[in-house]
């Protein structure tokens, strides 16, 4: 079976990498490196995709960013919940699509299946793909907006039908949230439904993550850097 | 009467959505279903109705750019009124009112002014915020009552996360008078949407599914695959190529001077209101190792059978067994009775051990009437078929 790989040793090592299906929840503060972080696992690597739904960035930034970080572009669809609400004509190409607004469940679903389908046709860049399913990484960045927009219930709904697709598709989900904007039960809802809760806590001398969820992996505090995309253990 | 402008679902309908009514397109997470209440958007302001959008997850500048980038039409320069109540009348009332009751009646007073000052004919409701903001009683509430039913008619779009248990309410509590839902068969692939016509208040229509899919801006109810099979030399061939508008054999001569077909037959046909592409697979065993794959994903079978050759019903049901017949819609269809023959019904169904709800039509595959019988028969049932 496909694995995928994470960057972070302490989960390749025990395990090779992620199982199909999984979902992997980042509890990162405000101001941390979590978000570089899910950026970090959800990078394609080769014969792989991803797939971002973006509530903060837009894509154009989004897309600079991966081109100053070295992704592959080419195997990375973006779903943009943030350019139509101030540009209301922008309108969708082959890798970037667009939705009204975060809490616009209906056009997001909409727009993963296309995404989905243009992976699985070829119509992304590198069509020859080597491997079938093609494996899929998917990112959603953030929950704490999407929960701003929509409740709990319904959110985590959505999430449960959206799991249960990736699960079917052999993907990843890589999910982001503000532990410290919610409260106890909008974390354990949302832990429900992942496989691997990664933890992250800045201190002054730098980044470290703790790991849940992953039998035989270490459970302590770990310093991690990235660099250029790309996940680096502190020893 | 307004038409939803899918051709197909209105036909089914007995020619549109009468006025008064209320209507739910109740979508699946991640399938393209906003088409249909689009359409009917388009329709009726096409119509010249006056019409009253209420889209409370975005504001009426980006709704009108979802309908230009998902139709390719400005729905404003269609003739009819559009009233748009959208995401900032959502938030002024949110902000203004902070108790569930009082938002609701916020709602209320507002919908029934709009309606009644721009003599509205058709309310269109993107249901999610409203639901989610004053929970599922109270949202339903808001769409137009009884007294003022017979004036306005009421489309809803709604994302169903909660699956059929959602739609068994709304039919059950006659809630709404037509239920159409929409899902997809999210294998791997290929993808295919279908929608199912859950109930019909005022028409005595069985639940059916249709699959479809959004060609030139437009939805398009489609078959995807009829698979015809049966014996060498009983019509394969006469029958896919009398039933299409156009298509392709691939044949070979034989030494005796027979054609016969060597990969498949292919034909497309429009039918009904449907896109339909129907599949003849050899007859001869040598072929055999192919069927199996040109039977993948198929939505029905029709068995051909040469009614002057009772010695190959062997054969005919060896093709039954390797196209998995048992699984899918199938039809039986006696063929060449234009000639003389002895088969009878009675000895068909109990030789190819049929169960008793699949029809047996003797026909002749020269006929294009006889032929568009079967398939007729067949799309009947295929859309009958709970996928
Ligand atoms: N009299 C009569 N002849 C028919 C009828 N249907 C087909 N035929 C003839 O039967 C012969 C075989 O027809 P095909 O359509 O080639 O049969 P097929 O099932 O495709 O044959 P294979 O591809 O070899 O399995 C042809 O000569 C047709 O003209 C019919 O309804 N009546
Ligand atoms: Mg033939």
């Given at each position: 079976m496909y694995t995928y790989k994470t960057g972070i040793s302490l989960i390749d090592e025990v395990k090779g990498g992620i199982s199909p299906g999984s979902n992997v929840l980042i509890l990162a503060p405000s101001m941390s490196s979590g978000e570089k972080l899910g950026y970090a696992i959800m990078r394609p690597q080769e014969g792989e995709f991803a797939l971002v739904l973006t509530t903060v960035m837009r894509s154009v930034d989004l897309l600079d960013f991966f081109s100053s970080e070295e992704f592959n572009r080419d195997a990375i669809g973006v779903i943009d919940s943030v350019t139509k609400l101030s540009t209301p004509d922008v309108s969708d190409t082959t890798q970037v699509k667009y939705v009204s607004s975060?809490?616009?469940?209906?056009?997001?679903?909409?727009?993963f299946s296309s995404l989905v389908e243009s992976i699985f046709n070829g119509e992304f860049p590198p069509s020859d793909q080597a491997l079938f399913p093609p494996p899929i990484r998917f990112y959603i960045d953030s929950l704490t907006t999407l929960l701003m927009y929509r409740k709990l219930e319904v959110l985590y709904q959505f999430l449960h039908v959206?799991?249960?697709?990736?699960?079917?598709?052999?993907?990843?989900?890589?999910?982001i949230l503000n532990n410290e904007s919610f409260d106890e039960r909008t974390l354990s809802l949302m832990k429900q439904l992942m496989n691997v809760v990664i933890e992250v806590k800045s201190e002054q001398h730098g980044d470290f993550l703790r790991i849940r969820g992953v039998p035989g992996a270490p459970q302590e505090w770990v310093q991690f850097k990235i660099h250029k995309g790309t996940l680096e253990m502190v020893a | 009467m307004i038409r939803t402008g899918i051709t197909g679902i209105d036909e089914m309908l007995g020619s549109g959505i009468p006025r008064g009514t209320r209507v739910?397109?109740?979508?699946?997470?991640?399938?393209?279903?906003?088409?249909f209440m689009m359409r009917t958007i388009a329709s009726?302001?096409?119509?010249?109705?006056?019409?009253?959008?209420?889209?409370?997850?975005?504001?009426?500048?980006?709704?009108?750019?979802?309908?230009?980038?998902?139709?390719?039409?400005?729905?404003?320069?269609?003739?009819?009124?559009?009233?748009?109540?959208?995401?900032?009348?959502r938030e002024s009332i949110n902000s203004r009112e902070k108790k569930v009751t009082s938002r609701k009646l916020a709602w209320k007073k507002?919908?029934?002014?709009?309606?009644?000052?721009?003599?509205i004919d058709v309310f269109f409701v993107y249901f999610d915020l409203l639901y989610e903001d004053l929970g599922l009683m109270k949202a339903l509430d808001l769409l137009p009552t009884a007294r003022e039913r017979d004036r306005v008619t009421t489309v809803v779009e709604h994302l169903n996360l909660e699956g059929?248990?959602?739609?068994?309410?709304?039919?059950?509590?006659?809630?709404?008078?037509?239920?159409?839902?929409?899902?997809?068969?999210?294998?791997?692939?290929?993808?295919f949407n279908f929608f199912t016509l859950?109930?019909?208040?005022?028409?005595?229509?069985?639940?059916?599914?249709?699959?479809?899919?959004?060609?030139?801006?437009?939805?398009?109810?489609y078959i995807p695959k009829i698979i015809i099979t049966g014996p060498p030399a009983s019509g394969k061939s006469t029958f896919v190529s009398n039933a299409s508008d156009s298509g392709i054999s691939v044949d070979r001569g034989d030494l005796d001077g027979y054609r016969t077909t060597v990969a498949m037959d292919l034909g497309w046909l429009h039918f009904r209101g449907f896109d339909i592409t129907i599949f003849g697979t050899p007859g001869q065993p040598r072929f055999d190792p192919i069927i199996p794959q040109l039977v993948k994903n198929a939505m029905g079978i029709i068995l051909l059978l040469d009614a002057t050759r009772p010695d190959r019903f062997v054969r005919a049901k060896e093709l039954l067994d390797l196209a998995h017949a048992e699984k899918l819609p199938l039809v039986i269809a006696v063929n060449k009775s234009d000639l003389p023959h002895q088969m009878d019904e009675v000895t068909i169904r109990k030789v190819l051990n049929l169960r008793d709800d699949i029809p047996v039509f003797f026909i002749s595959a020269l006929k294009r009437p006889d032929v568009h019988y079967v398939v007729e028969s067949m799309v009947d049932r295929i859309t009958r078929h709970p996928y």
């Open positions: 975060p809490s616009d469940l209906t056009g997001i679903g909409i727009k959206m799991t249960s697709k990736l699960k079917k598709m052999e993907a990843i989900g890589i999910y | 739910v397109f109740s979508l699946e997470p991640g399938v393209e279903g906003r088409m009726a302001l096409s119509e010249k109705k006056n019409v009253c959008i209420l889209s409370p997850h975005c504001t009426g500048r980006v709704f009108i750019s979802e309908c230009m980038e998902i139709l390719e039409i400005d729905i404003l320069k269609l003739g009819g009124k559009a009233v748009i109540l959208d995401s900032t009348v507002l919908i029934e002014e709009t309606l009644e000052q721009h003599s059929d248990s959602l739609i068994s309410r709304f039919a059950s509590e006659n809630i709404f008078d037509l239920i159409i839902s929409i899902h997809s068969a999210f294998t791997l692939v290929p993808f859950e109930y019909v208040s005022w028409a005595r229509i069985p639940r059916r599914s249709i699959p479809y899919t959004v060609a030139g801006r437009n939805i398009r109810l």
